[in-house]
């Protein structure tokens, strides 16, 4: 995320993370009613809360929304901790849609949610993958109480005793660092955090482009500029470098139109195969 960010944005957000642990260990709740969060009596739900919302704008390609008035608090002396709080309920919550319930351990237990996107994301995660987005040790925007522990709490909270993710299970399934397919292309933004979970280095049968631009985030290939809300063919020209999108979009095509055209070419051998087959079979 801090290196999405850039120095000023980052500063800004590590800033705000201290205020709120602080406020936080002094026992003043009050500042979860200013991101309208009350409901979360778990202050690692809370946090993970105020985690996700600066990750998203970087992540679907809306930096100036959340850096630009953090930025301008900072250096005016206004409260960084509202200004934040104002981009979270105007635009995480507002224009986004995320729903500040689904951050609450007690929402996620129940099976037959309003919106059940939210409990299967984690019961991939605590099953399969292990996405723990852990605070690192150093220079962490989000909250060091995001760690391992947060995360091994919450599954078996969640679901219980016996889930627990068994990686070396997933990566054989799937492949790990040798992906287990051939013929899929790697598409990602230069700004989204979760790149760094892709597949970073290209190959013949697995190619890799990494579109680069300041709000180039998840799934820029497909929706362009912004990345949400979601848009299939979207704008490429609000991109800030439209020649970045429009040039891995080609490539992309290209790739698909060579795969199908060897996939035809396969077909067109297989028959002409089988009716000589047939042929001599009827003689």
């Known amino acids: 995320?801090?290196?999405?960010?850039?120095?000023?944005?980052?500063?800004?957000l590590q800033e705000v993370t201290r205020l709120v642990d602080g406020q936080l260990q002094s026992g003043h709740n009050s500042v979860k009613e200013l991101f309208g969060a009350k409901l979360l009596e778990n202050d690692g739900d809370f946090l993970y809360l105020l985690a996700d919302a600066a990750a998203i704008a970087f992540q679907y390609g809306n930096p100036d929304v959340l850096c630009s008035p953090l930025v301008e608090a900072k250096k005016n002396g206004t409260d960084l901790v509202e200004a934040f709080a104002h981009y979270v309920n105007d635009y995480y919550v507002g224009t986004f849609r995320a729903s500040v319930a689904s951050y609450d351990q007690n929402?996620?237990?129940?099976?037959?949610?309003?919106?059940?996107?939210?409990?299967?994301?984690?019961?991939?995660?605590?099953?399969?993958?292990?996405?723990f987005q852990v605070a690192p040790k150093n220079d962490s925007v989000r909250s060091a109480k995001i760690?391992?522990?947060?995360h091994l709490d919450l599954c078996k909270n969640v679901f219980g005793?016996?889930?627990?993710?068994?990686?070396?299970?997933t990566n054989l399934y799937y492949g790990g660092t040798r992906i287990a397919g051939s013929k899929i292309v790697f598409a990602n933004g230069s700004q989204d955090p979760w790149r760094h979970a892709s597949k970073q280095k290209s190959s013949e049968e697995l190619p890799s482009y990494l579109i680069e631009c300041s709000n180039c985030g998840h799934c820029t290939d497909i929706s362009g500029c912004p990345q949400a809300p979601s848009n299939i063919g979207g704008d490429s020209?609000?991109?800030?470098?439209?020649?970045?999108?429009?040039?891995?979009?080609?490539?992309?095509?290209?790739?698909?139109?060579?795969?199908?055209?060897?996939?035809?070419?396969?077909?067109?051998?297989?028959?002409?195969?089988?009716?000589?087959?047939w042929s001599i079979a009827t003689y």
């Open 1 to 12: 995320i801090g290196e999405s960010a850039g120095p000023e944005c980052k500063e800004a």
């Open 161 to 169: 005793e016996g889930v627990y993710p068994d990686v070396s299970m």
């Open 147 to 150: 760690d391992t522990r947060y």
């Open 107 to 131: 929402y996620l237990k129940n099976t037959t949610p309003a919106e059940s996107s939210y409990r299967l994301w984690w019961y991939q995660v605590c099953s399969e993958v292990a996405y």
């Open 237 to 277: 020209s609000k991109c800030s470098s439209p020649e970045a999108v429009n040039k891995v979009r080609k490539q992309i095509v290209d790739h698909i139109d060579l795969w199908l055209s060897e996939c035809q070419d396969q077909g067109r051998d297989t028959v002409t195969k089988q009716g000589s087959r």
